[in-house]
């Protein structure tokens, strides 16, 4: 017996050693696995570290999916809204028809219940400054999902340009409680600093910089901050802001016409001019040509200026042909260096479009270059209605009325007055005009 | 399989946050922007001479932004307005526009200069700009030439380079022969290839005919290739436009077979099932009931994550997926802590009756020498052990639970893929085929362990070594408990850094 039960054993032995050894090689192999499983977590979704390129990166690997698969239509969606961003962040305009392009083909692939081909279209309609689009949009896409975080996005964007706060501020709130990032807070913060709230404006701001990753987001949220502490008069501050922000994203037009813009302020008028003229050289956005040519005419260099406003209006003229009309700045330039009563005419095209504290404001200063400010005077006061602190708000009411008569003429150099006390700098060309006024108004008092 | 995913939800993240930035500027409905400036270069490489064709075509804006054409202000552009600017313009085209030889520049002359101007939108005129430049350079022996365009570097547009070789080779270049813009007069408007933006190129330049260059060429990412190219078969089946029955019934095949691999890997507590089917004398019912309830959780858990991302793009399955990670890690882990409770127990008690162990061990071989079957003798031997083990079926449900709790990238896909072409069902019936791989492959492996652990124990032992291996083998809950453990606190700690 024991020499059977002996021979037996010999293998068993070996045996339960084996599968003690088995069990401790799968538990080694388990936890190496899991170290590797960490290790290549690291390198791409190390989270705090700005991302680069991300956009870029998107892109390609949605090309990269849709060569494959294309008939996905939800990655046709995320890759024309990714356009939308890129041709914002690139400056480069052929993007929009891309993603024009993906999108159709998104709605093609699923005509209905396409909730991110809306989204996308609407990013795209507000980016073309057609609100009332973009809104349709919106809605359309909230209708399938009430949650959606870009949804609500393009929904705020478009409501606050079309006058209707009270939808903005809904939509903002909902995304705050859906997920507290980059694109909340900078919303909230615009609403915040339309109603006049900005400490709590730079607040919210402050908190979308904590959370922002890539460098585009960084880039835009100094952007911000920038012009929240330009719109109050601090200079320096909007300074450090937006070469923070060129540091990350250095082509970024926005930040560059911040640095111009800053520049001008400093009395550094020849630097302002070479920085304004590469700027309008590489995106000659209607604002942008508006605020050279002011810079230029306050330095005395009227041809040159004349110059700029001529290329706005058959710039004008281009987008009205192509069907994206942006009739305030039209107005604006109409008003201040052309025909007052296209000028009426224009913002009267506007403001029955959308009564927005935008088009209120340039219908009112429309009016006063047309003589009628009794008509432009309750008009200013509703642009200020929310309770902004806006130097050229308060420049514009103080304009208007210094005209009404000496009954007027106490109010109106309080408006001068809090105008230059919010940004001195505010235009080069409006600010020097509003401290003439101001003389004359207080030397006929 | 986890980089898709996180592919796929660094791409919801980035569209949300991307959306989220809002407007900012106009976009104009011309092809490329009426405010672009664009660039096309087409070198030709001859043996002793180097030619370039220098296109530059301003749109609509840019052309406004240039010092007035009509010099003279007679309402017309003459000939001799024209060819000035043009003359001006391809000089500095020429300073802009380097190219070198082995490191030297070469030295431009302007052969010809000539403006024309198309009409653009709303009755404006673009300005395009044809410059033919020419430059000695010696290169009938092999030689290096770098073209780098900085004319007007600052501009937004298209940027094209060509290149080819006429009486002489080049090699490894990466630059079309052709230009896929047929020189900036029709720019093509293909949605998925970028504006072109090619600034620089170098060419290798050896003796010999035949031209160079290559077609035109996509920026194709890396990452990942090898599950790119898996998920590519998988997904275009699926995604293919005349789905027949075979190539459906083909596609379920492949999803279990990939479920069947993917359970092979490490992690998701596989390892954690078959440990503790060894460890705690589990049976063949209990094998297939690990296996049915890794099915049934997998299939749950993607449809149910799959139908929450479809209908709200906001969600970054990466968060869901590290939670699932967390939780399916803490009910291991808290399984593990039970039976490791009660593990514990019993060795207590097993060693204050070893006696009666031994016995009874002693006893076993008795039976087998009477003829009796190992199974009997087997429930013998660990008679007070089958009380307590009765009650890991609960246990044996959470740990399938936690194995088909995490779902598979590729099975998300799928199914994300399937919903997206209007496929719902079918891609519901790939996930399910996807978890019976999975489960076929956890319950081969919990059957084999238990074919391997019965041959063990009909294996006859020596007393000396029977009373070693009962102590082993009373041992072998408590590690086995605490693997269970380990590995649970492992893959939570995992889904917790992996956030």
Known sequence: MASTAHLDTAPSRPGRLLLVAALAVLLLVSVIAAGLDDSNRETPAGTPQPVPDRLAATIAQAQERLRRVPGDAGTWAALGSAYV?????????????????????????????????????????????????????????????????????????????????????????????????????????????????????????????????????????????????????????????????????????????????????????????????????????????????????????????????????????????????????AALL???????????????????????????????????????????????????ALGRRDATVDYRRGMILARLGPARTGEAIAALDEALATNPHFSPLHASIARRTLETLRGAG | MIRWIRRLGALLALCTAALALGPAGSAAAHPLGNFTVNHYDGLRLHADRVELLAVVDHAEIPTLQQPRLDTDSDGA????????????????????????????????????????????????????????????????????????????????????????????????????????????????????????????????????????????????????????????????????????????????????????SHAMLPGHGKTVIAAYLTGRRGTRRDALLVGATVTATHTASVLGLGLVISVSATLAPEGVLSGLGVLSGLLVAGIGAKLLASACRAWRAGSTVESPRILVAVGHGRDHEHGHGHGHGHGHGHGHWHGHARFGRGALVGLGVAGGLVPSPTALLVLLGAIGLGRTWFGVGLVLGYGLGMAATLTAAGLLLLGLRDRLDRVQLSDRLRRRAARLAAATPVLTALLVFVVGLGLAVRGLTGL
Not at chain 1, 166 to 185: C, D, H, K, S, Y
Not at chain 2, 113 to 126: H, S
């Open chain 1, 85 to 329: 961003v890129q041709a914002r962040v690139s400056g480069n305009p052929a993007y929009y028809a891309q993603a024009q392009g993906a999108l159709d083909r998104s709605t093609q692939l699923q005509p209905t219940g396409n909730a991110a081909a809306a989204v996308g279209l609407g990013a795209l309609a507000n980016a073309r400054h057609d609100f009332a689009v973009a809104r349709g949009y919106a809605e359309q896409a909230l209708a399938g999902n009430p949650a959606s975080m870009e949804a609500n996005g393009v929904l705020a964007d478009a409501a606050t340009q079309l006058g209707d706060t009270t939808t903005a501020t809904a939509a903002v709130q909902r995304m705050l409680e859906l997920r507290p990032g980059v694109a909340a807070f900078t919303r909230a913060s615009y609403e915040l600093e339309l109603h006049g709230r900005v400490d709590e404006a730079r607040v919210a701001l402050e908190r979308a910089l904590g959370a922002a990753t890539s460098r585009d987001e960084l880039a835009f949220c100094q952007y911000y901050l920038g012009e929240l502490a330009w719109g109050g008069g601090g200079v320096e501050q909007a300074r450090a802001h937006y070469e923070r922000g060129l540091a990350a994203a250095p082509g970024d037009p926005a930040l560059l016409h911040g640095r111009a813009k800053v520049l001008a302020a400093a009395g550094r008028v020849d630097e302002a001019i070479t920085a304004y003229d590469r700027l309008t050289q590489r995106v000659p956005l209607p604002q942008y040509l508006l605020e050279y040519g002011e810079l230029l005419e306050s330095a005395g260099r009227l041809p040159d200026a004349l110059s700029q406003y001529r290329l706005l209006g058959e710039q004008q003229r281009l987008h009205a042909a192509q069907g994206s009309a942006d009739d305030v700045t």
């Open chain 1, 334 to 384: 109409a008003a201040d260096h052309g025909d007052p009563a296209e000028a009426v005419r224009l913002a009267e095209a506007e403001w029955s479009r959308r009564q927005s504290i935008f088009s209120a404001e340039a219908l009112a200063w429309a009016l006063h270059a047309a003589g009628r400010d009794a008509e432009a005077l309750p008009l200013i006061e509703q642009a200020g």
């Open chain 2, 77 to 260: 552009i003459s000939a001799g307005e024209a060819g000035r600017r043009a003359g001006m313009e391809c000089a500095e085209v020429a300073a802009g526009v380097v190219v070198t030889v082995d490191g030297s520049p070469l030295a431009w002359s302007v052969q010809g200069a000539e403006l024309t101007l198309p009409p653009g939108e709303a009755g404006l005129a673009t300005t395009r700009v044809e410059c033919r430049l020419t430059a000695p350079a010696a290169l009938a022996e092999p030689a290096t030439v770098v073209i780098t365009d900085g004319y007007l570097a600052d501009r937004i547009g298209w940027r094209e380079i060509t290149a080819v070789g006429d009486g002489v080779r080049l090699t490894g270049s990466e630059i079309p022969v052709a230009s896929v813009s047929q020189e900036l007069r029709s720019y093509p408007g293909d949605l998925l290839t970028d504006p072109l933006d090619v600034r620089t190129a170098t060419l290798q330049v050896q003796p010999g005919t035949g031209g160079g260059g290559s077609g035109p060429t996509a920026a194709v990412s890396t990452v990942g290739r090898w599950f790119g190219q898996l998920d590519a078969w998988f997904t275009r089946l699926v995604g293919q436009d005349d789905l027949t029955a075979e190539v459906g019934v083909l596609a379920v095949l492949l999803a279990v077979v990939l479920g069947a």
